[in-house]
């Protein structure tokens, strides 16, 4: 079992449409949880950064984090076709001053957004 | 805007050459990460670097990847000889401190090397 799965989807939303992204975990030890978003061919970017559980909002997105069931969710409100991309969840046990934040990555979730 | 430098962008190569792929971090971005992304999957830790060190290796084929960074600056992987299974993107991540001198959480990825083994 990889330590964290994410559905790869391909999800096709229509424009205007609120989407779901989630992945859920195995090692309880992780703290920080991002999203990166990825267009083709392209290196990721950080779309949102939370560490351990809540929700934290930025424009159209908002991440959410549950610990306790170790799930997390990225939504996108108002989807627009520039959102379609691959869209990675990542997350790091601890951040070290000197080096660590590891990031162990899911799949990712291809998102196509259509007029 | 300050970004991470790859290239080549693209490489083809034939089974049993040698490759290399070179990156640039964000100026003052003291730690660098290599990792590979196969079609389909989640980017997977190679190398990690501090200044000129090797911080973390344990995913490195050590029998035929190798990865320098001498002088703590730009840094360099190289494959030899190469496997039709190390097609795949080879992407770069640096991370730096921010304005407080606290270390920041945000790695930043330049855009790949897309490897093709023939």
């Known amino acids: 079992q990889k330590e964290v799965e994410q559905d790869p989807g391909p999800l096709s939303v229509p424009e205007g449409a609120i989407v779901s992204l989630n992945c859920t975990y195995s090692?309880?030890?992780?703290?920080?949880f991002m999203w990166y978003r990825q267009y083709s061919r392209k290196g990721p970017e950080l779309l949102m950064y939370t560490y351990s559980s809540g929700n934290k909002e930025d424009g159209r997105f908002t991440a959410q984090v549950d610990k306790s069931s170790k799930y997390i969710s990225l939504f996108i409100r108002d989807s627009q076709p520039s959102d379609s991309a691959t869209y990675l969840c990542a997350m790091s046990d601890l951040i070290l001053t000197g080096g660590g934040n590891k990031l162990t990555f899911g799949t990712g979730t291809q998102l196509k957004v259509e007029l | 805007e300050a970004e991470v430098a790859q290239s080549p962008r693209y490489k083809i190569t034939e089974k049993s050459q040698a490759v290399a792929f070179w990156c640039d971090p964000i100026?003052?971005?003291?730690?660098l990460y290599w990792y590979r992304q196969i079609l389909g999957q989640g980017p997977e830790l190679l190398v990690q670097?501090?200044?000129?060190?090797?911080?973390?290796d344990s995913q490195l084929p050590k029998d035929r990847f190798s990865a320098e960074r001498l002088k703590g600056v730009d840094s360099t992987l190289k494959i030899q000889p190469a496997e039709l299974g190390d097609s795949a993107m080879y992407l770069c991540a640096s991370r730096g401190r921010g304005t407080s001198g606290r270390l920041e959480e945000t790695q930043y990825f330049g855009p790949g090397t897309r490897l093709l083994v023939l």
């Open positions: 100026s003052g971005h003291a730690t």
């Open positions: 670097f501090q200044d000129e060190s090797v911080v973390d």
């Open positions: 090692n309880s030890a992780f703290q920080y």
